[in-house]
């Protein structure tokens, strides 16, 4: 008779339920031999690999990468296992921001607890903004429309390493690397997909040669690098100056940090409407649930100054659409701005911020602003600062360059 153990056996003995191993053998975890009567028989062997199995799994990875762990057909574990430690850095510090806001509903005198600890806590987490195609979209837009207007002068020398974490699709890093044409970009962001569709671009740009793209968090960034580089991220940090403290570390001696940030505040526009305006704070009110802040590019210089950058300068850069510039009101208003704010319609009615008919009213008159007569502004903030000091810390990336 063949020995090995049942797979009722084996779930009382491990405490893991019938489904689950069968699952589990369904996914090439741990995958025993059949009886001839086609029962699972598990060897001892397996129920080794089972044991490893569980305790990969009580790290958090998921079924695949298990699998893949035990087979010895992942290339790179070691990779795999700080690609999960960024993730459970990033889930502990999810948990923060929803350890903090619970406690400030609470500490909240006299107001209706339950209902609001349910408003606030179904938002939190949630990225504003989202990652659905419309949102490629509008990053790609974003950056064709404003690439004069806020890379202008933004060129790192030849031979630099340039960090760009938040890289989202792309869109910023083929226009940051064509304008220093002997620069090497590390390009990072915290989304697999997002990972994904900047690799894509940069193959099909014809950079991939001198643009490595890879998954990471910014709030543990590789390096040391010689310059950094930050697009429309910090807005989606509950605590950016922890982000920039981490970027310093890994920034060479002399090196440069230039952050791109929006401010919502700074939105000017003819004919005004309070529709319009109720749903740009529908916007801001969102993001900062989600533990971000759509005002932050007022807050770049104390921020920057704060983290230890020297010689902090910044300037505020206003793109203006107006008749006169019907290219503006197309990709500013329409593509850009319109789009991403309009990106909130859902979440923004499902809070109870606004309505139905007083949003679609509000994105009305933000249109109208492109009509004849119509005027719209808006202010991005880009801070420059130089890190005198030595880095303190760093996950060496020099030897894994493209
Ligand atoms: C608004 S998008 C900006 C993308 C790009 N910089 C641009 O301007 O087109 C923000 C990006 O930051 C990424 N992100 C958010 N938190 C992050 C973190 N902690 N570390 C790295 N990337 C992060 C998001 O996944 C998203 O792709």
């Known amino acids: 008779m063949t020995s090995g153990r049942t797979v009722g056996e084996l779930a009382e003995a491990t405490g893991l339920s019938v489904r689950v191993l069968r699952h589990w053998d369904e996914r090439g975890v741990v995958s025993p031999s059949r009886t001839p009567a086609g029962h699972r028989l598990y060897s001892p062997t397996d129920v080794v690999r089972l044991h490893r199995a569980i305790t990969l799994r009580a790290l958090g990875l998921r079924l695949d990468q298990v699998a893949a762990l035990l087979d010895g057909s992942d290339?790179?574990?070691?990779?795999?296992?700080?690609?999960?430690?960024?993730?459970?850095?990033?889930?502990?510090?999810?948990?923060?921001?929803?350890?903090?806001?619970?406690?400030?509903?609470l500490a909240a005198p006299g107001h209706d607890v339950l209902s609001t600890v349910?408003?606030?806590?179904?938002m939190i987490g949630s990225y504003v903004h989202g990652y659905h195609e419309t949102e490629a979209t509008r990053l790609r837009d974003q950056a064709a429309t404003l690439a004069d207007l806020l890379h202008d002068g933004v060129a790192f020398p030849d031979g630099a390493h340039v960090l760009e974490p938040g890289c989202g699709v792309g869109a910023q890093t083929v226009v940051l690397a064509a304008r220093s044409p002997g620069a090497r970009f590390t390009a990072l962001d915290l989304e697999h997909g997002q990972v994904a569709a900047t690799r894509a671009r940069v193959e099909a740009a014809g950079i991939a040669d001198r643009v490595s793209v890879v998954h990471g968090d910014v709030h543990d960034p590789p390096g040391p690098v010689d310059h950094v580089v930050v697009f429309f991220l910090l807005e989606h940090l509950p605590r950016p100056e922890e982000a920039l403290l981490a970027l310093r570390s890994v920034l060479r001696p002399g090196g440069t940090i230039t952050v791109v940030e929006g401010d919502h505040g700074a939105t000017a526009f003819h004919p005004d409407s309070a529709d319009a305006r109720a749903v740009i704070t529908c916007q801001e009110v969102l993001q900062r649930q989600a533990g971000g802040d759509a005002?932050?590019?007022?807050?770049?210089?104390?921020?920057?100054?704060?983290?230890?950058?020297?010689?902090?300068?910044?300037?505020p850069r206003t793109a203006h659409a107006h008749p006169g510039r019907p290219d503006l009101a197309d990709s500013l208003v329409r593509r850009t701005f319109t789009a991403m704010v309009a990106g909130v319609r859902e979440p923004a009615i499902a809070a109870g911020l606004i309505t139905p008919e007083r949003f679609d009213a509000g994105v009305r008159d933000l249109l109208r602003t492109t009509e004849p007569?119509?005027?719209?502004?808006?202010?991005?903030?880009?801070?420059?600062?130089?890190?005198?000091?030595?880095?303190?810390?760093?996950?060496?990336?020099?030897?894994?360059?493209?």
């Open 118 to 122: 349910i408003r606030e806590m179904t």
């Open 373 to 402: 007569g119509g005027t719209f502004s808006y202010t991005f903030f880009r801070a420059v600062g130089v890190n005198r000091a030595s880095p303190t810390s760093v996950n060496s990336i020099d030897e894994a360059a493209p």
């Open 75 to 105: 290339p790179d574990p070691a990779a795999t296992l700080r690609c999960h430690l960024a993730e459970v850095d990033a889930d502990l510090r999810r948990r923060r921001t929803v350890r903090d806001r619970l406690a400030e509903v």
């Open 295 to 315: 005002g932050i590019g007022r807050r770049l210089q104390p921020l920057l100054t704060g983290a230890g950058f020297d010689d902090v300068a910044v300037v």
